[in-house]
C-alpha cells in the first residue's frame, strides 16, 4: 500500500493521558499537514510539516499540542493531558510539493473517555 | 472562519437523476480541489482545478472553476448508488497561507437504486 498510513486507526484515552498519532506520508512525498475533523464540521488544518521542520502550526492549540517530523520516521502528532473536547478524527495528509494535491490517510478516531 | 460555503447540506436522490453541488467564497483561491469521503475514511481527492473557467470532466462528474476563482461546482450525470458519499470542497491560497487547505462542511449525496 503506498497510500498515506496512519496509526492507530482507533485511540481510547481517559482525560489526562496522553495521545500519539503517527503518520507515514506516501513514498516520495516529504510534505506533511495534520486536520481534525469534529462531528457535523469540516476539515479544519492543524499544522504543516517539511521534514524536520514547521512550515505553519497556526491551526494548532498553543497549548497541549504538538507536531513532529523527524528526518526519519512517521510524522507525530501528540497531545497532553487529553480533555473530552479532543475527541474528533484526526486526518494526516501529504504531498509532494508545497503547491502540489494533498492525499489523505483514513485517520485515527480519538475517543476520550 | 467558514471561508468555503458547500450547499446543498444533505441530498438524496433516485439513480439516474442529475444532480449539481455548489461551493461558494467570498475568497480568491489560487486553486480549488474536489474530495469524496466514505463513512470511516479520509478523503480521497477527485480533481483539481486552477485556471478560473476551468471545467474538468471524470467519468459522470463534471468539475467547473469560476471564472473568478471564487466559486465551484460539481455536476452528476445519471447518478448511481456508487456515488453515494460525502463531497468536499477544499480550496488554497497560495500567497497567504501556502499548503493549507479550506473545507466546506461537505454534501451528504445519497443515491437510492
Known amino acids: 500500500n503506498a497510500g498515506v498510513m496512519q496509526n492507530p486507526r482507533h485511540l481510547v484515552r481517559r482525560r489526562g493521558q496522553e495521545a500519539r498519532l503517527r503518520c507515514s506520508p506516501m513514498k516520495g512525498h516529504s510534505h506533511v499537514y495534520w486536520y481534525r475533523q469534529l462531528p457535523e464540521e469540516g476539515l479544519k488544518f492543524m499544522v504543516y510539516l517539511q521534514k524536520e521542520n514547521i512550515i505553519d502550526e497556526s491551526g494548532m492549540p498553543k497549548e497541549r499540542f504538538s507536531a513532529e517530523f523527524p528526518k526519519e520516521g512517521p510524522s507525530i502528532l501528540r497531545i497532553q493531558q487529553v480533555v473530552r473536547g479532543d475527541s474528533a478524527a484526526y486526518f494526516c495528509?501529504?504531498?509532494?510539493?508545497?503547491?502540489?494535491?494533498?492525499?489523505f490517510g483514513d485517520g485515527t478516531r480519538l475517543s476520550i473517555l | 472562519t467558514q471561508l468555503l460555503e458547500q450547499s446543498p447540506q444533505f441530498l438524496s436522490i433516485q439513480e439516474g437523476e442529475n444532480l449539481t453541488v455548489y461551493c461558494n467564497s467570498s475568497s480568491v483561491f489560487s486553486s480549488l480541489q474536489w474530495y469524496r469521503q466514505e463513512p470511516g475514511e479520509g478523503p480521497v481527492l477527485l480533481v483539481t482545478v486552477v485556471t478560473g473557467g476551468e471545467v474538468k470532466k471524470l467519468k459522470r462528474l463534471t468539475f467547473q472553476f469560476g471564472d473568478a476563482r471564487k466559486d465551484s461546482s460539481l455536476h452528476i450525470t445519471a447518478a448511481q448508488p456508487g456515488d453515494t458519499g460525502l463531497y468536499l470542497c477544499?480550496?488554497?491560497?497560495?500567497?497567504?497561507?501556502?499548503?493549507?487547505?479550506?473545507f466546506g462542511r461537505g454534501t451528504q449525496l445519497t443515491v437510492w437504486p
Open positions: 477544499a480550496g488554497e491560497n497560495r500567497g497567504s497561507t501556502l499548503g493549507r487547505l479550506y
Open positions: 495528509a501529504s504531498s509532494d510539493r508545497s503547491n502540489q494535491p494533498q492525499h
